[in-house]
Structure formats: C-alpha cells, structure tokens
T-cell receptor, first 111, second 116 residues
C-alpha cells in the first residue's frame, strides 16, 4: 500500500491560514496526490488532487514540491467548520485504484 | 439529496445476530466501495464493485461478511454472527470511472454498528 506521513495533530487560529504537510517520498511518476477530510461523525470528503503543478479550488490550495516527495494543503482562512481529520493519499489515476487512508492529521481550529 | 445514502445510520445488536447495511450510490456512479472505520483510525478498505461485479475484497472481509450489488445500483453489506469486534462505522462510497479522477470518491454518512 502507498504510504504517506503526516503530523498527528495541528492547531490553527480561526481566520489564519492552515498549512497541512504531507510526505510521500515513495510516490511514483504517474501517481497523483489526493487530499480528503473527515469532519466528526461524517464520511470523508474529497478536497483536491494534483500531479505536479499547484492546484487551487474553492476549498483549498495544494502545493507540491518540485521533487514531488511532499505537499502542503493550504486552507487560506480557516474557520471552526474546518476542524477535521485531513488525509493525504497518493495513487494513480486511470483504471481502478484502491484508495487507502492512513491516520491523517487532526486539525483543530481555535477561536 | 443526490449524494450517497446509507441505511440505517445506527444499529445496535446483540452478539451473534446478523445485520445488513444498505448503500445507495450516486445514480450515474458505476463504482462502489465499502470501508470500515474504528475509533481513531482512518477508513479501512473492505471491498469494491464495478457495476455488479465484486472485483476486490480485503482480507478484513472474513467469511462472516458478504457484500452484494445485484443490479449494479444499490449494495448491501451483511455481517453474520456479529462479534463485538465488528463494532465500527461502515462507510460506503461511490465514484465514476473517469480517466483523471479515479481517486475522487463520494462517501455516505456511514452506518454505525454497536455489538453488545
């Protein structure tokens, strides 16, 4: 199974940017980086994915290092509703790929 | 609501009883997944369907577990002779086979099982 390394937990002040790191040193050239989050008592929610270029959508930005061995998910203005567990995953796109979750980062947004 | 729906949301049962969970995926999604999640852990993959075909099963899916997707639409996950270790959240997800977004899964709210 593809492995990623994330900090167990992080705090962020409300209104500030939350920067969540992920190491994926075993990523292969055709694998994408995906981020999900899981708010308490809900199912995981897809956030964003990227291959090598930085990506932005209405939820977050994804910054991938040039060597692709790590990435950072940025929530530009964290709110209390962003308190959740954030999962970083890498897998190929095209054809079936099993999505394997680790334990993620527990982000606590503090008022 | 056009998302993935799961039923029941909560189930409490006694050890040794059988339970069945139902998942209705997003209507045009041909891929369906079951995951299990225990407290403090990320979701663990159980099984995957493409249309009605069950294409992958985890070793976690013991012979007491069976999943079906008879017409390629809704799916059921049955647990026979439940054990206390089966207590968990059972999550269903669906996706559509597209070339560049195969990791984008849409999850339901989950079915929480408590075995007494």
């Amino acid at each position: 199974d593809a492995k990623t390394t994330q900090p167990t937990s992080m705090d962020c002040a409300e209104g500030r940017a939350a920067n969540l790191p992920c190491n994926h040193s075993t990523i292969s050239g055709n694998e994408y980086v995906y981020w999900y989050r899981q708010i308490h008592s809900q199912g995981p929610q897809y956030i964003i994915h990227g291959l090598k270029n930085n990506e932005t959508n209405e939820m977050a930005s994804l910054i991938i290092t040039e060597d692709r061995k790590s990435s950072t998910l940025i929530l530009p203005h964290a709110t209390l509703r962003d308190t959740a567990v954030y999962y970083c995953i890498h897998l190929e796109s095209g054809g079936y790929q099993k999505v394997t979750f680790g334990t993620g980062t527990k982000l606590q947004v503090i008022p | 609501d056009t998302g993935v729906s799961q039923d029941p949301r909560h189930k409490i049962t006694k050890r040794g009883q059988n339970v069945t969970f139902r998942c209705d995926p997003i209507s045009e999604h041909n891929r369906l997944y079951w995951y299990r999640q225990t407290l403090g852990q990320g979701p663990e993959f159980l099984t995957y369907f493409q249309n009605e075909a069950q294409l992958e099963k985890s070793r976690l899916l013991s012979d007491r577990f069976s999943a079906e997707r008879p017409k390629g639409s809704f799916s059921t996950l049955e647990i026979q002779r439940t054990e206390q270790g089966d207590s968990a959240m059972y999550l269903c997800a669906s996706s559509i086979a597209k070339s560049l977004s195969t990791g984008e899964l849409f999850f339901g709210e989950g079915s929480r099982l408590t075995v007494l």
